[in-house]
């Protein structure tokens, strides 16, 4: 089923309608009684708390009141929770950018969606971990046939980071070698799927363990490799024969990253987009001149303030491929809001594979 307006069109105006609150009862009356569950950071040092707050009684020209089946969880949301994230919202908030659920009510002005739709999209102030979530109606989209509630909620931030890295950044051509690391987690699995099956590029997929090296190369990659047991850059350079990869996609950086590096073809790229490892890696510039290579990074959510249009498009460029049927999001687990705590130390403890949502009771 196609999108009911056109996704460029829906997220054009997306960045100027960012004040919206955290919490619903920042900007509403209390007087109501009808409530909900949240879960609410209260402390950087301690667990998320699941708290009742009060729904609005009006909203906002613009904002839409979404009853949320299904929210995405990003490790940036793990570190928000924590204090360790660029940016600390003031305490207390509730966390969670990706959303899907329908829409219980919308404020004056709202003409993308109606009461009762099925929708998916961004909340850019958080709140999205909750039972209900007001947010401005330019993040939202209705859900398409092809997406279940949960994937949908799943998608937008690893498929959106995956597009630029591999579009705009690395200019990914078809029939161009990628090797992907963290391949089996939610930016991962996003570019696996989004390289083979948009750019038509040869993937091969870096991970540790017999079940998530089968998923890989079940969701795309042409080959994979389990680095608990093999040797990288020997089976990188065996696969290649010899000529080493055209594009890196990293998100592990320390030691892996210099062996990926090591592993480039002349005039390579590779990019660095996150640091799952902890060690952010030191770049010997003398593999740069041999290679002829570039190294570049990508901090997606930067260019929803720095390039809007940029950032705006990789979201379009997702929600076309979806729309064709190229793309399916994977999720790998879901909790009930209740145990976002316990989700957390799945996410965190590399247990997970895709993307891990929460559900909600509706």
Known sequence: MAFSSPPEVLFRSILRHNSTPSSLESNFS??????????????????????????????????????????????????????????????????????SGYVEDVGEGVQNVKKGDKVFGLAFTNGGFAE????????????????????????IVSYGTAMMALGRRAQLQKGETVLITAAAGATGLAAVDIASHVFGAKVIGLCGGVEKCNLVKARGATHVIDYNV????????????????????????GDLFIQCLKSIAEEGRILTV???????????ANLLLLKSCTVMGLF??????????????????????????????????????????EAFKYVEARKSTGKVALTMKQ
């Open 30 to 99: 209390s007087s109501t009684r009808k409530l909900y569950k949240a879960a609410v950071c209260v402390d950087y040092q301690k667990p998320v708390e699941i708290q009742e707050k009060t729904l609005p009684t009006k909203l906002e020209k613009g904002q839409v009141l979404v009853a949320v089946e299904s929210a995405g969880i990003n490790f940036s949301d793990i570190l928000t929770c924590k204090g360790l994230y660029q940016i600390k919202p003031p305490l207390p908030f509730i966390a969670g950018q990706e959303i």
């Open 132 to 155: 209900y979530c007001v947010t401005n109606s330019v993040g939202l989209v209705k859900l398409p046939s092809n997406l279940s509630s949960v994937q949908a909620s799943s998608t």
């Open 230 to 253: 093999e040797d990288v850059r020997a089976r990188v350079k065996e696969l290649t024969k010899g000529r080493g990869v055209n594009v890196v996609m990293d998100q592990v950086g």
């Open 274 to 284: 996150g640091y799952a490892s902890g060690k952010i890696p030191n770049i010997p």
């Open 300 to 341: 997606w959510g930067n260019y929803s303030k720095t390039k809007p249009d940029i950032f705006q498009q990789s979201i379009v460029d997702v929600l076309t491929a979806i729309n064709k049927g190229q793309l399916n999001p994977h999720v790998g687990a879901t909790f009930p809001l209740s145990e976002i705590n």
